[in-house]
């Protein structure tokens, strides 16, 4: 059972909306946190259907190279499915990143 950080992390990933991305840091700001931590939630993500962790980049639009649910492909596929575009391989452009 996920402690009451980690279920915090996923209540503000659940609210990211479809097509759109927010970073690590944007997501651990809300909460005073550490990024790592939210990287850390996210990993472990009970429910990866429904706490849509794709959805979390680093703050350059950058895609996890450790996506935990099938590496930055899947993580990548799992975006594009959503409308959200690239300015390279493994970059988000940055009109879908939520401040």
Same mark, same amino acid.
């Given at each position: 059972?996920?402690?009451?950080?980690?279920?915090?992390?996923?209540?503000?990933?659940?609210?990211?909306?479809?097509? *759109?991305?927010?970073?690590? %840091?944007?997501?651990?700001?809300?909460? %005073?946190?550490?990024?790592?931590?939210?990287?850390?939630?996210?990993?472990?993500?009970?429910?990866?259907?429904?706490?849509?962790?794709?959805?979390?980049?680093? *703050?350059?639009?950058?895609?996890?190279? %450790?996506?935990?649910?099938?590496?930055?492909?899947?993580?990548?596929?799992?975006?594009? *499915?959503? %409308?959200?575009?690239?300015?390279?391989?493994?970059?988000?452009?940055?009109?879908?990143?939520?401040?």
């Amino acid at each position: 059972m996920p402690g009451e950080t980690f279920i915090a992390i996923y209540e503000i990933v659940k609210r990211i909306p479809m097509g *759109k991305v927010a970073s690590y %840091g944007v997501v651990a700001k809300q909460l %005073g946190i550490n990024p790592r931590v939210v990287g850390y939630a996210l990993h472990s993500n009970p429910e990866p259907g429904v706490i849509p962790c794709h959805r979390v980049v680093f *703050k350059d639009g950058s895609l996890s190279k %450790g996506f935990a649910f099938g590496g930055e492909d899947a993580q990548r596929e799992l975006l594009e *499915k959503e %409308g959200i575009r690239f300015v390279s391989q493994s970059k988000v452009k940055s009109e879908y990143i939520l401040n």
